[in-house]
């Protein structure tokens, strides 16, 4: 009796500790997404919602390349122009035809859907290892066959996203990128400064899609498959990845404000998978996670005004 019931508790901890590594290497993974979200929210205060079609832009370019024989890596290279090709017409409709920052991001969300079309040439492709397609991460089990694919795919993931985050770091320290947050601040006196605030923006706007681009070519590869309709609630779940890790994290220094985007990034995806997977106990079905993740950025948005007011009633 002993034996039997000792058996299914440590199964139980084994898919626990899996579900936990699987939604670690998604959050991770996302994180490049937030990283990107965060250059146009909070360095440039530039609400962009092409996020939700440069996303699936970024993986439609990723599998237009590799069913055509090209290596994932070149694919990769390419899905990170189309992004930056996205993010320069969203720059150019706000800062040259003087279109509203929010509906320069809708107007290139709404075009881009019909160019993912174009490009992927069917509504979904699969990248199927079973189909002759190669990807980063069939190419690592490979090179190392003696890890676990889980371990190797979260070794790489964690490797990507520490080295972007280390080169925005140096970026957002240099010149332009000390000017591209001014220009976020205050954009009256970098322009009073001899600074061209429209060509930051242009700058900020192109480099923060094609790290979403770039996202949604690894997540490509991560889920073996691209789907016209993948980057829907994209800018969503980047915001609230933004804004979960401002909460969590406090600091003002470079460094510690990416780091709380991925952090804010892993604890986000924690969270929806959590009620994806166990939110049935308390009635919660699948077509509920679009609820949950309202719910959730609601209250995450509403969390530092509620702050606010009860350290000022105390």
Known sequence: MQVSHTIPNAREEKQIGIFFLYSLQEGILFGILALGVFITFRCLNFPDLTVDGSYPLGAAVFAFMVTRGFDPFSGMLAALLAGALAGLLTGTLHTFSRIPALLSGILTMICLYSINLRVM?????????????????????????????AYLRFLFLLALVVVLKILLDLFLQTEVGLSLRATGDNETLVEAQGINPDRMKLTGIALSNSLVALSGAMFAQYQGFVDINMGIGMVVSGLASVIVGEVLIRGKRIFWLTFQVIVGSIVYRMATAVALNWGYTIGFKPYDLKLFTGILVIVILSFPALKKKLVGER
Do not use: K, V, W
């Open 121 to 149: 040439g069917r509504p979904n492709i699969s990248l199927s290892e079973n189909l002759g397609h190669r990807t980063a991460f069939t190419i690592l089990r490979d090179l190392l066959p003696g890890i676990p694919e």
